[in-house]
């Protein structure tokens, strides 16, 4: 099982703030996993369909699109942060 963990915009189109779900066979990177989520619902795909628009953290490290994932890990998925 995966921990999932959606915030800001992200978490409003899929609308939740979170999901376990298992491992999705053939899911090796994070890439792989958000494009398994993106069909999930027409929510899921608005908010991870452009994979340049959000970023990922994976056991609260951030990561990229390229980073393995295995069963257990938490994935945050989140917009970009800016500062100001």
Known sequence: ????????????RIGVDGEVLPLPPGAATVGDLLDWLATRSPGHAAA???H???????DQAFVG???AITDGVEVA??????GG
């Open 1 to 12: 099982m995966i921990d999932l963990v959606y915030f800001a915009w992200v978490r409003e």
């Open 48 to 50: 991870l369909g452009d």
């Open 52 to 58: 340049t628009a959000i970023r990922v953290a994976v």
């Open 65 to 67: 699109l390229d980073a």
């Open 77 to 82: 998925i989140f917009p970009p942060v800016t």
